[in-house]
């Protein structure tokens, strides 16, 4: 019974021990308190809801308690959702700009507190700044130079952008243009805003195919947008892929893998959504911290085609 009493101890000793470096190694807890994030963002729509879904995934992992909010795509409520945060206290904010042109006054605000801020996903490229994202040059080049591989180099091009406050719709339509250029059997007949929106995207593709306009490539901002244009090429009647219109985007969202393997959409770029959002809070958590985190953290874009399809599901 005393051997019995001896090893009860020993394990007893080893438990504790293993709770007290187990409790030093919590990242998030700062040592005396657990980190409270906010983030602001400027909807929750189909990939965002990816990006908060990895911020929430991280934040549970390191410890941290996060709150998430939306802005309805207004300026001057996420400002006001980041002015709150600071008044409740919180230790870092994320933000996912509505407008990116207009995210300084987020910034002097968090910075006045002495509060992190971190951007994620929408890049407003200010120095001293952390952002947490991919760049969107490389989603629009590598989006068109796959549409003008499976089109021989020729073609009439129209490009779908999204919001034009954002930086990832300037760049990505930047990328479109630029492979254009490079191609002299290819042009670009129009370029129009749908901002982000599938309803939108088929609405404007209902006016361009009304308008008589001809191109066999569309080069879309985003998925959603894509797949509205699928929407309403579908519904005129016109054929899809190599011997028809080959229409691009950028996400890899569940529909547009959906809608690549079904033969309608050309391609799509995957944008790690759920790396950005974690991303975000390690960045976060390593500034609460006392950490040194890079201006510019890169979450890399990959090109998806039906050869590689699997590694996204």
Not at 272 to 301: H, R, W
């Amino acid at each position: 019974m005393k051997k019995f009493g001896k090893l009860a101890g020993l394990f007893a000793a080893i438990a504790i021990s293993a709770v007290v470096l187990s409790g030093c190694s919590a990242p998030a807890d700062s040592g005396t308190k657990t980190v409270k994030i906010g983030a602001t963002f400027p909807v929750l729509d189909a990939f965002l809801q990816k990006v908060a879904d990895g911020m929430q995934a991280e934040a549970d992992a390191q410890g941290a308690e996060l709150t998430i909010v939306a802005a309805d795509n207004k300026v001057d409520t996420q400002l006001s959702q980041v002015e709150n945060f600071i008044s409740q206290g919180v230790d870092a904010i994320l933000v996912v700009a509505v407008d990116t042109a207009a995210a300084t006054p987020m910034t002097e605000a968090a910075q006045a507190a002495d509060i992190p801020i971190v951007y994620v996903n929408r890049n407003p490229a200010q120095t001293g700044v952390p952002y947490v994202g991919s760049q969107s040059l490389v989603s629009g080049t590598l989006e068109m130079e796959q549409l003008a591989l499976l089109a021989g180099g020729k073609g009439n091009v129209v490009i779908m952008q999204g919001e034009l406050t954002n930086e990832a719709a300037l760049d990505r339509t930047k990328g479109c243009n630029d492979v254009v250029a490079a191609n002299p059997g290819m042009k670009v007949v129009k370029t129009a805003t749908a901002e982000w929106d599938r309803a939108k995207g088929q609405a404007l593709m209902e006016n361009w195919l009304q308008s008589g306009v001809e191109f066999s490539i569309v080069c879309a901002n985003n998925d959603e947008m894509a797949l509205g244009a699928i929407n309403a090429l579908k519904a005129a009647g016109k054929t899809l892929g190599v011997d028809g219109v080959l229409v691009g985007g950028v996400d890899a969202t569940a529909d547009a893998l959906a809608s690549l393997e079904a033969g309608e959409l050309a391609t799509t770029v995957f944008q790690d959504a759920s790396g950005q959002g974690g991303g975000g809070v390690k960045a976060a958590i390593d500034l609460v911290n006392g950490k040194t985190v890079a201006d510019y953290v890169d979450i890399p874009y990959v090109l998806v085609t039906l050869d590689n399809i699997g590694d996204f599901k």
